[in-house]
C-alpha cells in the first residue's frame, strides 16, 4: 500500500526503496495490465433520452454533499442533466489555465479537473494533453500516434456517459460530444470493478466522474495528503462511494495534485494538495445552464508540436 501510494506521486521512482527497482516495474505494469483489462467490457446501460418533465422543473440542476470515511474526506457534486456539462480547454497557449479562470471566463456554475497532462519537469504546466481532446463532437487534440484505440472518460450528444477502451472511429459511431484520455474505467454495467482496497493503487486525492441510471452525473473529489484533515483515498474507496450513490458507470479522472472543485463564484471548494497551488490545466468539465452558448475555442488547432512541449514551459 505504502508503495502504490508512491507509485501515484510525482515521486514514483522513491518506491524502488520499498519493493525495489524490479519491484516497481512489474508493479507499474501489472496496474497497466490490469487498467486495460478494466476498460474492455462493454458498457450497456442506458439513460433517458427525453428532456426532464415538469415534475423535475424546480428540482435544482446541482447539488453537492461531502461524502468521507477512514482518513479521507471530499466532495460529491451531482448534475441532474448531464447535457448541461461541457469540456473546456484553455483560451491560450502556453501553461493550460486554472480551472477558477475558466469558470470565471465561461460563466460556468461548477467545474472539476479532467484528463491528464505531460508535465516532464512536475511545474504544473497542463498544457499537452495526454491522449484524446473531443470537444462538442470534434477532436480537439489527437496525441494517440499509431495507437489504434485509448481509454476515455465522457459523454455522447444525449448525456449516456462513455468511459473503457474506444477506437476514435468507434467514438465518432457512438456520438461522442466531450471525452478525454483517462482511467481506468472502475464500474461498469452497474458492478463495480476493483476486489478491495489492496488493488486500490494506493492512497491519494481522487477524482472521479460517474453517471446514475436516470443519467444524473457526479464528481466525486477527494482529497489527500493532507494529515489532520484528509490523507486521501484508494479507487475502491471511490468505487464504494460511488457505488452507493447509485452510479452504473465510473471511472477515474486525473487526481492527486490536480483535484479541484470550484464553484460559480470562482471559488475553491475543497482543498487541493498542490505545493503551489491550483495547477494549471489542460481540460475542465464544466457545468453551465446553457451550454450552448459557451464558445469553445480549439487552443492546439493550427500549432506545431514544438509549439505544444511541456518541457520549454
Request: proline fraction near 5%; hydrophobic fraction near 40%.
Amino acid at each position: 500500500m505504502v508503495a502504490d501510494t508512491i507509485i501515484t506521486t510525482q515521486h514514483r521512482v522513491w518506491a524502488k526503496y520499498i519493493i525495489g527497482e524490479k519491484g516497481l516495474k512489474e508493479r507499474v505494469a501489472a496496474y497497466q495490465a490490469r487498467f486495460d483489462q478494466m476498460g474492455e467490457e462493454r458498457d450497456t446501460h442506458v439513460i433517458p433520452v427525453a428532456a426532464p418533465g415538469k415534475a423535475d422543473a424546480d428540482l435544482p440542476l446541482t447539488s453537492v454533499e461531502e461524502v468521507s470515511g477512514e482518513g479521507f474526506h471530499g466532495y460529491l457534486l451531482s448534475v441532474r442533466d448531464p447535457k448541461k456539462i461541457r469540456l473546456v480547454v484553455p483560451l491560450k497557449p502556453g501553461r493550460g489555465e486554472k480551472v477558477t479562470s475558466m469558470v470565471k471566463r465561461t460563466g460556468a456554475l461548477y467545474g472539476v479537473n479532467a484528463g491528464g497532462f505531460a508535465d516532464p519537469n512536475w511545474q504544473g504546466n497542463g498544457f499537452q494533453p495526454i491522449g484524446i481532446v473531443i470537444s462538442q463532437g470534434k477532436i480537439y487534440y489527437n496525441g494517440l500516434g499509431n495507437a489504434k484505440s485509448t481509454q476515455i472518460v465522457g459523454l455522447d450528444k444525449n448525456g449516456k456517459m462513455i468511459a473503457g477502451r474506444y477506437s476514435i472511429q468507434e467514438l465518432m459511431d457512438l456520438g461522442i460530444s466531450e471525452a478525454v484520455t483517462f482511467s481506468p474505467r472502475i464500474i461498469v454495467n452497474g458492478k463495480g470493478l476493483i476486489k478491495n482496497r489492496a488493488q486500490g493503487w494506493g492512497i491519494a486525492p481522487r477524482s472521479v466522474m460517474g453517471q446514475k441510471e436516470d443519467g444524473t452525473v457526479m464528481f466525486l473529489l477527494i482529497d489527500g495528503r493532507q494529515p489532520g484533515y484528509s490523507i486521501g483515498a484508494t479507487l475502491y474507496d471511490a468505487q464504494e462511494i460511488m457505488l452507493e450513490h447509485g452510479a452504473v458507470i465510473a471511472a477515474n479522472l486525473d487526481g492527486g495534485s490536480s483535484t479541484v472543485l470550484v464553484n460559480g463564484d470562482g471559488e475553491i471548494v475543497n482543498k487541493p494538495s498542490a505545493a503551489h497551488g491550483e495547477r494549471y490545466l489542460p481540460t475542465a468539465f464544466l457545468v453551465y445552464d446553457d451550454p450552448s452558448s459557451v464558445e469553445v475555442p480549439n487552443v492546439w488547432a493550427g500549432l506545431k508540436p514544438s509549439d505544444i512541449d511541456p518541457g520549454k514551459w
